[in-house]
């Protein structure tokens, strides 16, 4: 830790800020398989070489040390530990991914002196990925659903998504499962209510004890996913607890940081800040996954993450780096104007399509609207992306889409008028309909497919009022109106409190 102190004392003198987060060894693997992945030993050889860990001092011992969770039938959980034992390489897999993590999410729940069972929730939940996004949209190591990220304050934009952020997704799962545990006083009930939401579990427990049945989690009506989740992460408990009785292998991992924060004032692009870090681009990300572009903007007043053993290399290097004169970032933004398109903006920034739509997530088939911002490499930019700039959306053209329909011929009528009316082809209207010419009758009905901009339906996002919102501020945020808002949430009256729970409808 005096090493850090020596560091951060360096770096401020640069504008820039260090701090230990914590969590441990490295990882790098979602996909990879572990026994052959060369990468994967050259990580174990660096670590290796870097501490020798103490059998008896290794963050599972710290784990087994903190556990409080109640057990349930042994019966329920042996059902799901014996999934995870018949496919014990994958359960050494998700064993090896959380080597970067865990540390830090331990340490988290220690201060809060939460049980450290979880700390192993992300098993359940994401397997450890944190780039993991479910077919409900849930994302990262907690699996924040949109709605629920934007109740605890996790940021979704296109230029960054905190669900997947490692240090703040864990900040909000902690958050809201002390929240749960507060109102069941049961963490069996918060996992579930975790899991399935804390309404439906509300109304379980209520139509139990109308019923004068039991509440716990074992009584309760729940759906097939909750009722295995609590028994899936009590199995998980038992394989940390003896790994030897089932032949899982854990990895060592030590008990202390994995990475530090570095808090920027500049921004600074991703390749750059992982060459700095002498890191590997790929590790990199994992510890930063929530970077939706290939820039981090000082504006959004964030962090990165880097590996501890790297600081004083990190630092170093930035000296060095500043004292060229070179920017820490090429990238700027440009405000689509009417008329342009992404491949004529390419070639006014010197790149090609393709890399414009990399650096923005815009799909192959997709327009962006005018009005929009995007992201550019703009090589003579010598100011940083301001906040306005940061916070601007950028929107696609919405998909045309078809529907069917059918149309009589009214007097006057011609297949050529009625083609032009509806935006299609004579032709195809005569194949449709098998017509041998052009002629048609008053009265005669026509079968056509015609396209419609496809229409999203309104969406709603969940809001946590916060100190000094009112209902102008949040619905000029939002882009809907006040009015919108009261009706949405049957409010009659403007006044709102701290902490009062919105739905946004925009």
């Not at 060894?25 to 870097?50: M, P, W, Y």
């Not at 299609?424 to 079968?447: E, P």
């Amino acid at each position: 830790m005096i090493a850090f102190k020596h560091l951060a004392v360096i770096i401020a003198g640069l504008g820039w800020s260090l701090s230990a987060a914590a969590s441990d060894f490295v990882d790098l693997l979602g996909d990879i398989t572990i026994e052959n992945d060369e990468f994967v030993r050259s990580v174990e050889l660096r670590e290796a070489q870097r501490t020798r860990i103490n059998p008896d001092d290794t963050i599972w011992v710290t784990i087994r040390r903190g556990f409080g969770l109640s057990d349930l039938p042994e019966a329920v959980v042996d059902k799901e530990l014996e999934r995870y034992t018949k496919a014990l390489p994958y359960t050494e897999q998700m064993a090896f991914r959380a080597r970067m993590y865990l540390y830090f999410i331990v340490s988290e729940t220690q201060k809060r002196a939460m049980p450290t069972e979880l700390a192993l929730l992300p098993f359940v939940e994401s397997a450890f990925q944190p780039e993991a996004l479910s077919r409900s949209k849930a994302a990262g190591l907690w699996q924040f659903l949109p709605s629920t990220g934007d109740i605890f304050d996790l940021r979704q934009s296109s230029w960054r998504d905190d669900r997947l952020d490692v240090v703040e997704s864990t900040r909000a799962a902690l958050d809201y499962l002390q929240y749960l545990h507060n109102q069941f006083e049961d963490w069996h009930l918060a996992l579930a209510a975790y899991n399935c939401g804390e309404g439906y579990i509300r109304r379980a427990v209520a139509a139990n004890k109308a019923k004068g049945k039991p509440t716990d989690f074992m009584s309760l009506p729940l759906p097939t996913e909750t009722s295995r989740y609590v028994p899936k992460l009590l199995a998980i408990k038992k394989l940390i607890q003896e790994p030897e009785r089932y032949g899982l292998k854990l990895p060592a991992i030590a008990n202390e940081p994995y990475f530090v924060r570095v808090n920027k004032n500049r921004d600074l692009d991703l390749e750059t800040a992982a060459q700095l870090a002498e890191t590997d681009l790929q590790e990199f990300r994992l510890l930063n996954p929530s970077f939706n572009r290939p820039v981090v903007v000082a504006a959004h007043q964030g962090s990165i993450l880097i590996p501890a053993a790297k600081a004083d290399a990190f630092v170093s290097n930035l000296i060095n780096w500043q004292a060229t004169g070179k920017p820490l970032s090429n990238w700027s933004t440009h405000t689509v104007k009417k008329g342009e398109t992404l491949k004529t903006i390419a070639k006014r920034y010197g790149m090609t399509e393709d890399e414009v739509r990399a650096a923005n997530k815009i799909p192959k088939n997709r327009r962006v609207q005018v009005g929009s911002t995007i992201l550019v490499k703009d090589a003579h930019a010598s100011q940083d992306i301001q906040v306005a700039e940061a916070d601007s959306a950028m929107r696609l053209v919405p998909l045309p889409t078809t529907r069917r329909i059918t149309y009589r011929v009214r007097s006057g009528d011609t297949l050529s008028g009625i083609a032009s009316r509806f935006g299609v082809k004579a032709a195809d209207i005569r194949k449709q309909n098998r017509l041998k010419s052009n002629t048609i009758k008053v009265g005669q009905r026509l079968r056509l497919t015609v396209r419609e901009v496809q229409r999203s339906g309104l969406r709603k996002t969940a809001y946590r009022v916060k100190r000094g919102d009112t209902l102008y501020t949040i619905a000029q945020r939002h882009r809907t109106s006040v009015s919108a808002i009261m009706d949405e949430n049957r409010l009659q009256t403007k006044n709102l409190k701290p902490g009062q729970r919105l739905v946004i409808p925009h």
